[in-house]
């Protein structure tokens, strides 16, 4: 048997009538069968959120289908399907069998084929549910255990009437997923042995229920497979399963959504009374995996590594972390290796890619971190330093709360290709520098393509050359007044449309190559305190500006290089009753169209 599901509305399920029609030569013998099922009906009760509508699904048989008829006494009768596959109306035979009137009998579905079946334990099995794609519903005839009490033949009317009953309850588990995602199965988890798996039914008992016989066959988790069922960022997961009766109200109820790169996150549900042959609808939200991170705290530094293995079994499967306490040289090490690097760049299987060291310590001691060209670097206390997460596969990082220093190429490249080049592809897309950072080295945060916005506190004093490099998406960027701006901080950043720099004593020119390469900036504001803008700062001869206006805030011309890249179009705001000084001025302004502001 298939259920085939056309979702109008919220949620809908109808089984309709499911007739059978046999002709029989004896005339003692029942001339017509007729089995129909019942609908799914839907609970009246508030804590359900589903709302009937006149559409739904219908109930259909499929082809070999096969119903198990049990006479009051007596062996099984298998009745398979002869014709009607795909409709609501099915005919079935008994192969020579015939049902006598005035003899009680009782039905099942779906067939079990042993010709001696006890009719008061027949077998039903819950595990093994698996979904091949998202929302689908071709697996659920196969779970869908129903049963007819016993009924006798009418005489006059020759014709005998089982009327089905759903033995399961019918859910649709519905959970948002924040990330893209490829999921592997949910496990549906409650503090008790409260879900049967294996089971029977005793069809001569009044009102037939599913028991179980031994206490394995209990259990507090219900399984459901998924073949690698992706989902986009936002798109809902939704999962249809049936479920032996059970009442969790009240009771604790939690799923595990498990991922293709071995990492789970766990989501809390509201139990209920799941009663058969009803639906239920289980709705929540997961939050994201930065959201949701492991947590190691390393009170002793050097122990990281001992107590990500004791915690976490598969420790390379890993996505997010919190990490608190104290580290040194020797779980940086480690650190980097499950975020996808050795210590001397060499690829690992690591998956880490959210990372929050907010509550760490970085301490002197231990091993080296990073070695390059024979050089080794250890840590210091207090700083991010040199190359600590070069090339390393984070998506977003807290830094230390502590730290007053981010080193060179801290956080540069940081991609989760096994390239070096520029078509790498960067996967940082956020970072958070705390206050009491005072220097950003050099090419910091080179090459990190997706890094879409980030605050520099106001204790920085200084951003090293090539710091942002390569930020293509870099779009907003917020320059505390005590920033000094080495040159090229800000090259080839493609994503940066508007630009105000501030005014500080510390900065008084812009540096050769600090905007080259930003294709898409149209407006630059340059502080009253700049007295220079270099060679090569604006664009150059590979990489033309595209700057449509230059807004100068002092009312004494700075000195405008005429190869500094500015184009012939831009044009000059300057400060009201100034335009005769930048027009007279020896610098290549009288050149611009000039305009007072």
């Known amino acids: ?162 009327q089905f009953k759903h033995l399961g309850a019918l859910v649709r588990l519905k959970v948002n997923m924040k990330e893209a995602s490829v999921l592997r199965y949910v496990t549906l988890l409650t503090d008790e042995d409260d879900f049967i798996e294996l089971g029977y039914i005793d069809l001569t008992a009044e009102s037939p229920t599913i ?16 073949n690698y069922i992706s989902v986009e960022a936002n798109e809902d997961l939704i999962v249809y399963f049936l479920l032996p009766p059970v009442n969790l109200t009240g009771k604790s109820l939690k799923a595990v959504i498990h991922k293709d790169n071995g990492y789970s996150q766990e989501v809390v549900l509201t139990g209920k009374n799941f009663e058969a042959g009803k639906p239920y609808e289980l709705t929540t939200t997961m939050v994201s995996e930065e959201e949701n991170p492991s947590v190691v705290n390393v009170e002793t530094a050097g122990t990281f590594e001992a107590l990500v293995r004791s915690q976490y079994p598969y420790p390379y499967q890993l996505t997010s972390l919190k990490i608190t306490g104290n580290l040194n040289g020797t779980d940086i090490r480690y650190l980097r290796k499950l975020a996808g690097r050795t210590e001397d760049g060499t690829l690992t299987t690591g998956k880490l890619t959210h990372l929050d060291l907010s509550e760490a310590n970085i301490v002197t001691g231990g091993n080296y971190y990073y070695i390059k060209s024979g050089t080794e670097y250890n840590t210091e206390n207090n700083i991010i330093g040199d190359y600590m997460f070069l090339r390393c596969n984070l998506k977003s990082i807290k830094f230390p709360n502590n730290i007053t220093k981010i080193g060179q190429y801290a956080c540069s490249y940081l991609k989760i290709t096994s390239t070096d080049t520029d078509g790498g592809v960067s996967q940082l897309t956020s970072v958070v520098i705390p206050n009491g950072v005072t220097s950003i080295g050099v090419a910091a945060f080179g090459y990190c393509h997706s890094l879409a916005t980030i605050d520099i506190p106001n204790t920085v004093e200084e951003i090293g050359g090539l710091a942002f490099y390569r930020c293509d998406a870099l779009t907003t960027i917020n320059i505390p007044n005590s920033v000094k701006i080495m040159g090229e901080a800000f090259q080839h950043c493609w994503g940066l449309k ?3 720099l501030p005014e500080n004593s510390n900065y008084n020119k812009i540096g050769t190559y600090t905007f080259v390469g930003c294709k898409v900036l149209k407006s630059l504001t340059i502080p009253a305190n700049v007295t220079t803008i270099y060679t090569n700062s604006l664009g150059d001869s590979d990489n033309q500006s595209a700057l449509e206006e230059l807004h100068c805030e002092a009312t004494t011309p700075p000195n405008l290089w005429s190869n500094a890249g500015l184009p012939a179009s831009c044009k000059i705001y300057v400060p009201q009753g100034s335009y005769n000084a930048y027009k007279a001025s020896n610098s290549t302004f009288k050149n611009y169209t000039i305009i007072e502001e």
Request: glycine share 8%; proline share 3%; charged share 15%.
């Open 498 to 500: 508007y630009v105000h």
């Open 1 to 162: 048997m298939k259920t085939s599901l056309k979702i109008l509305g919220i949620f809908l399920l109808l089984f309709s009538s499911c007739t059978d029609e046999e002709q029989f030569a004896n005339v003692d013998e029942v001339q017509k069968i007729v089995m129909s099922v019942e609908d799914f009906k839907f609970e009246n009760q508030s804590r359900t959120t589903l709302t009937p509508t006149d559409g739904g699904a219908t109930f259909k048989w499929s082809a070999n289908d096969t119903v198990g008829i049990f006479p009051e006494t007596g062996s099984q009768i298998a009745f398979p399907m002869t014709s009607g596959a795909g409709t609501n109306t099915a005919t079935f035979t008994g192969g020579g069998w015939a049902l006598k009137t005035s003899t009680p009998y009782m039905a099942y579905y779906p067939l079990q084929g042993k010709f001696y079946l006890d009719k008061e334990n027949i077998f039903v099995n819950y595990t093994g549910q698996y979904v091949n794609e998202n929302a689908s519903t071709e697996h659920l005839g196969k779970y869908d255990y129903m049963i007819a009490s016993a009924t006798t033949p009418s005489t006059n009317a020759s014709t005998v009437n089982f």
């Open 211 to 226: 028991t179980t016989q031994y206490a394995y066959q209990k259990s507090n988790s219900f399984q459901i497979g998924l």
